[in-house]
């Protein structure tokens, strides 16, 4: 095939997307900075997720300009799409991207989207925005894509090649030639979704689904704590029947779960329909942040030790174990209010970068070989990180009347004062 192909953004999602279609296609990733581009081009990979050599197998070319991806003829929008402080989307990533390609699309060229969007984004805000821009014709001149990205950072199992993935074009034309593109590098299979918007809300109430399957179990694990039973007893007990999924209680942070919600509530309110059970679950699971504080707080007193005057550890700030990834990250929700209420706090979290989480949240990290022995007065496990699993805490990091607070379930049953 003579298809070039151009990736919008070298992250979770476009990385590992660069590297399966660099076997067969040329591809050319664009960065957002000049430095992102410079580190891919060395081979340094901030996700985490491929080594030098991986990276330099293929000539995979990094850019920060759009004018070196002029020559491409597809496409593939990957950036991230956040919601902003009032909980709607924010579209900014997108639009940037694609403004970007409509300044050298040319005739026949393919523009996929992979960034989840809302219902309708691809059709009725990015087209036109191509049109608008490039002065071509949408299914005249140029054509579009969705197929939702099934990236699930750090899963060296569930990867790329060995998920099924969405796909839909604007015309069956297009459709089919995403279908022999992507079907190269999906081992899994390719599910033909009948639309853009139907793939488009395919990707939207697969998250959404675990979103309200979590909050249920939040809800019920204040209430079973309360009735002296623990929650994960009961899901293992009704894991038993064949048709109960084991969701557990937990923090929702990162770019999906926490976030996917708020563009199907953003459809809803535009199409005037209510979806009352989507924000409860929203809600439901922001709070959880503010139950594990209070929860810490009553335990410390609980300990006849006053928080003013408490030395706490909190460990992991990433929005998942072993991934280095700290978006929308409950945890420093956590840590800024405990951070108010306690006489010191200290995180670490060897796998986040130290850098990126004062940037975005203003926390400086320390490393586990700076952990001061018996100084913590308690230690709350946000994250379960395997590396967590060789420090002893009770026995060196914990006051003799310390508390451990285990949100991960990552000790053994009987090992922590509190567990979700």
Avoid at 87 to 111: F, G, N, R
Avoid at 148 to 171: F, L, Q
Avoid at 211 to 238: C, H, Q, R, W, Y
Avoid at 242 to 251: A, H, M, S, T, V
């Amino acid at each position: 095939m003579s298809k070039k192909i151009c990736i919008i953004g070298g992250g979770y999602v476009g990385l590992p997307l660069a590297v399966a279609f660099a076997e067969y296609f040329s591809v050319i990733v664009l960065t957002k900075t000049k430095a992102h581009a410079e580190e891919l081009s060395k081979g340094i990979d901030r996700t985490q997720a491929f080594s030098s050599d991986e990276l330099r197998r293929h000539p995979i070319i990094f850019t920060s300009d759009i004018s070196n991806t002029s020559d491409a003829t597809v496409y593939i929008v990957t950036v991230p799409t956040p919601i902003y402080d009032d909980y709607t989307p924010d579209l900014s990533p997108v639009e940037d991207a694609t403004k970007s390609i409509a300044s050298v699309l040319k005739k026949d060229d393919i523009v996929i989207y992979e960034s989840t969007v809302f219902i309708g984004c691809t059709e009725e805000f990015c087209a036109p925005l191509l049109e608008q821009k490039s002065g071509l014709k949408f299914n005249k001149d140029f054509f579009c894509g969705f197929s939702p990205e099934r990236i699930n950072p750090s899963d060296t199992e569930r990867t790329i090649h060995t998920v099924v993935k969405i796909i839909a074009g604007s015309t069956p034309p297009i459709t089919e030639q995403m279908k022999e593109m992507y079907g190269k590098i999906i081992h899994a299979g390719l599910h033909i979704a009948p639309s853009i918007k139907v793939a488009e809300a395919s990707k939207l109430i697969e998250n959404i689904q675990r979103d309200v399957n979590i909050a249920l179990m939040n809800e019920l694990s204040p209430l079973f704590k309360v009735l002296g039973i623990n929650t994960n007893d009961v899901i293992n007990a009704a894991s038993t029947k064949w048709n109960f999924q084991p969701y557990r209680p937990g923090l929702v942070g990162g770019h999906c779960i926490g976030v996917d919600p708020y563009y199907m509530l953003y459809n809803g309110e535009k199409q005037n329909i209510p979806l009352p059970l989507i924000a409860l679950a929203r809600k439901t699971n922001n709070a959880m942040s503010h139950y594990v504080v209070d929860s810490t707080l009553e335990l410390l007193r609980q300990h006849s030790i006053k928080p003013s005057d408490a030395n706490i550890l909190m460990l992991g700030i990433t929005f998942k174990e072993n991934c280095p990834d700290i978006r929308n990250s409950q945890s420093a929700r956590i840590f800024s209010a405990l951070k108010a209420a306690v006489n010191t706090i200290d995180l670490c979290d060897p796998i986040a970068d130290q850098q990126e989480v004062y940037r975005v949240y203003e926390i400086r990290t320390i490393p586990m070989a700076d952990l001061k022995p018996k100084r913590y007065d308690a230690v709350i496990i946000t994250v379960a990180h395997t590396l967590y699993k060789t420090l002893e805490i009770q026995k060196l990091l914990l006051q003799e009347n310390g508390i451990i607070i285990d949100l991960k379930g990552l000790l053994p049953l009987g090992k922590s004062s509190f567990t979700l």
